[in-house]
């Protein structure tokens, strides 16, 4: 074993000993989990290390977690496939896709082989989107060399195999971070404000090009948005607000927009949609100063955040969501660096 590994396999026993939670007052759901006979795992990424976390959160009072060690040392978007069993992660120490086969029955600090593999073709890998067998990755790099234009580029991937081949490249005019597919629609966060853009029928540009988006509108209440989600079947799109970028530690939330397609589809391009169609989660309590990323288990609504800044990174969650406010994450369990979440439910 290498110099790297033995730091990474001595980082994962550590931060096994510091994993802590706490019930939700809320009966409903399980304690939080949802179906007792579905299994909830959430998968987090992070720029410490590069390695995976999986956390079995199917019940909240008594969760568990394993890490993979990857040959990767920083990483971002993340995404599960329950029916290949395959994690894949945005490698931003590699500049690529990576893939990991068969990862249900792996034990914790087991150093994991790249089974799907992608060309290096990205300056700053973010979020990861996924429709059927392309995936999409943000990147957040200056693509003009000129800081005063913002721009970013999507990389379309296509997985043939083991192997994500680049189909095309799309140029934005706004800077991205987090990304999701509604149906065939591209959502995208506009980095460095409170916007949210969509691309529709965004797979049918299969060229390299300049693409505008199909709409832009403004979340009110937001300072700067980050990581977004979208659960179709409660219709709630989410996003994460990290407030000033030069605060890490206390002044981040997040926003739940409940019937999410009537209110986006009702707000003109340019236009606003109000803080008061919107519930807002922040203050001392949650411990968000700079959330970076979100998902949503509609069932027993709970929100799973990827916190980058806070004590230098937590994975939390919150329950009792739906008044909003300054609320205490019903789980907090440290993370450095924290950069992304994804969850699977089977």
Known sequence: MNYL??????????????????CSDDDDANGGGGDTDTSVRLFASNNSNG???????TDQSSITSKTLITTSTAADGVYYNSSTDAVIQASRSGLSLEGFNDTTDLLSGVTVDVD?????????PREVAVNGNFYVVAD?????????????????????????????????????????????????????????????????????????????????????????????????????????????QDDGGFHIIENFSNKFSNTTDGGILSVTEQTRVSGASTQLGNPVDVAYDSESETVFIAEAGNNGGRILAFNNIGSGGDIAPAVNNSLASASAVYLSKD
């Open 116 to 124: 799907l593999s992608g060309t290096n073709d990205m300056d700053s």
């Open 140 to 248: 957040n790099a200056d693509v003009d060399g000129n800081d005063l234009t913002a721009d970013g580029r999507l990389f379309v991937y296509e997985l043939n195999g083991n192997a994500f081949t680049l189909r095309n490249v799309i140029t934005t005019d706004f800077k991205l971070w987090g990304i999701t597919f509604i149906n065939n629609n591209l959502y995208a966060v506009v980095d460095a404000t409170n916007q949210l853009a969509v691309f529709n029928s965004f797979l049918t540009n299969t060229t390299d090009a300049t693409v505008p988006a199909s709409k832009t509108i403004e979340i009110e209440g937001i300072v700067r948005t980050h990581g977004l989600t979208y659960d179709s079947a409660s219709n709630v799109m989410i996003l994460t607000d990290i407030g000033s970028a030069m605060n890490t």
């Open 51 to 57: 390695n995976i976390t999986i956390y079995d959160v």
């Open 5 to 22: 590994k033995s730091i990474k396999l001595l980082s994962i026993i550590l931060a096994g000993s510091l994993i802590s939670y706490s």
